[in-house]
């Protein structure tokens, strides 16, 4: 059985469908991506995942166990960073370690061992305003890693960001992910970056929304592709996704 399971899940308001019969599937270590247009309901489906909401049909599980509208298992950040100005860096990404209750000593602690590795050494004791927009996302993304390691569900998390900016952060996640392990799915309208950062992507589209296609890039990928270079956004097997995900989505 996979990780996590979004199980035939659907969701409506008002007698409005908002998704129908969505299945998704994400295996542990795995990054994918969820794609497609506004208002398909994608943020919907997340604050099912998260807990946030309860489904009208279906269940999501992890590691078999159903938690569907349990809270606590997965972290979720969405679009802006959100990061509390009067706070400190360090005071910020450890928030949610104080929330259970973890002093505030020992949640600094804990936060900053994790600071290298999240590229904001020297950053701990700054304000947010003081921080470039990639720092923030760094900072917003360990905040998420401390909340949950075990999933992480990210609403656009590169989407704020300037073109040269984002790439420097696709570079630096795809390192994280491989270094942490951690188990992550998020939202994109960006094909060229679901493509980039993505195992798997899910087509999701119509009204209500529903899941279309799925394209696993996983094997395609580790036929001598390096992620993190240029070469790959360039390549023939990228372009090929490309226009394979265009005719999925049209």
């Excluded at 100005?85 to 061992?113: F, G, M, T």
């Excluded at 950053?123 to 401390?146: F, N």
């Excluded at 992550?184 to 679901?194: G, Q, R």
Aim: hydrophobic share 40%.
């Amino acid at each position: 059985m996979s990780y996590f399971i979004a199980d035939h899940v659907a969701k409506s308001y008002d007698g409005r469908q908002i998704i129908e019969d969505i299945t998704i599937q994400v295996e542990k270590g795995e990054l994918v991506a969820l794609l497609g247009v506004s208002g398909i309901g994608k943020t919907t489906l997340f604050n099912i995942l998260s807990g946030l909401e309860t489904p009208d049909e279906g269940q999501v599980l992890l590691k078999g166990e159903v938690v569907t509208s349990q809270t606590g298992y997965a972290s979720y950040m969405q679009q802006k960073d959100l990061l509390l100005p009067y706070k400190k860096v360090i005071d910020n990404v450890s928030l949610p370690l104080i929330l259970k209750d973890i002093s505030k000593k020992q949640a600094r602690e804990q936060a900053q061992i994790h600071f290298e590795h999240f590229g904001l050494k020297g950053m701990e004791y700054k304000y947010p305003h003081q921080l470039s927009g990639g720092m923030r996302q760094r900072a917003a993304l360990l905040r998420s890693y401390l909340f949950s390691s075990k999933l992480m569900l990210l609403d656009e998390p590169f989407s704020a960001l300037d073109a040269i900016t984002k790439h420097q952060i696709h570079d630096w996640y795809l390192e994280i992910v491989e270094q942490m392990q951690t188990t992550s799915l998020f939202i994109t309208h960006d094909i060229d970056e679901a493509i980039l950062l993505a195992d798997k992507i899910y087509i999701m589209s119509g009204i209500p929304g529903r899941i279309t296609k799925v394209f696993d890039l996983k094997s395609g990928k580790h036929q001598g592709c390096k992620l993190t270079t240029n070469d790959f956004t360039t390549s023939e097997q990228f372009i090929t996704y490309k226009k394979q995900i265009l005719q999925a989505i049209q």
